[in-house]
């Protein structure tokens, strides 16, 4: 049986008082909020990066992707819900859209509360760079 960090764990069940995400779930920080339920929040990326750039994360602060457990299936899943439901919403579904998370540093991550980044609007290239 994996060992639970109860520092971790306090962490999650609390936003972070210096976490820039967790001031935006607190209204502390202004977003353009395009979603919000009591588990998962989405709103516009500060600097977007295609047409179509929304950032969809847990309320819970979990720091990153390497952070998840088994038990954060729901919350995972209701992200992607959430994604699609979005994704109808802005019109990018016929055209095709992508889901990226970065998670630390060779991946770019910069900011420490896990997010996904939901991108539309233009063709994309491949591989990411
Ligand atoms: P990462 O590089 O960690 O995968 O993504 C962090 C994202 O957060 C970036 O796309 C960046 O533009 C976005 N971001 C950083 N600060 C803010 C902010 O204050 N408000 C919003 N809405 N997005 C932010
Ligand atoms: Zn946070």
């Given at each position: 049986?994996?060992?639970?960090?109860?520092?971790?764990?306090?962490?999650r069940?609390?936003?972070?008082?210096?976490?820039?995400?967790?001031?935006?779930?607190?209204?502390?920080?202004?977003?353009?909020?395009?979603?919000?339920?009591?588990?998962?929040?989405?709103?516009?990326?500060?600097?977007?990066?295609?047409?179509?750039?929304?950032?969809?994360?847990p309320?819970a602060h979990i720091p990153m992707?390497?952070d998840l457990?088994?038990?954060d299936?729901?919350?995972?899943?209701?992200?992607?819900?959430?994604?699609?439901?979005?994704?109808?919403?802005?019109?990018?579904?016929?055209?095709?859209?992508?889901?990226?998370?970065?998670?630390?540093?060779?991946?770019?991550?910069?900011?420490?509360h896990l997010?996904?980044?939901?991108?539309?609007?233009?063709?994309?290239?491949?591989?990411?760079?």
């Amino acid at each position: 049986m994996p060992r639970i960090d109860s520092h971790q764990e306090s962490n999650r069940s609390q936003l972070m008082s210096n976490c820039l995400f967790c001031g935006i779930i607190e209204g502390k920080v202004k977003a353009d909020v395009v979603y919000r339920d009591e588990n998962v929040i989405a709103f516009k990326d500060i600097l977007p990066r295609a047409p179509v750039h929304i950032l969809i994360i847990p309320i819970a602060h979990i720091p990153m992707l390497s952070d998840l457990t088994l038990s954060d299936g729901s919350v995972v899943g209701a992200i992607f819900g959430v994604a699609a439901k979005l994704a109808e919403q802005f019109g990018i579904v016929d055209s095709g859209y992508r889901i990226v998370v970065n998670c630390g540093a060779d991946a770019g991550q910069t900011v420490f509360h896990l997010h996904y980044h939901l991108l539309g609007g233009r063709q994309m290239g491949w591989p990411p760079g």
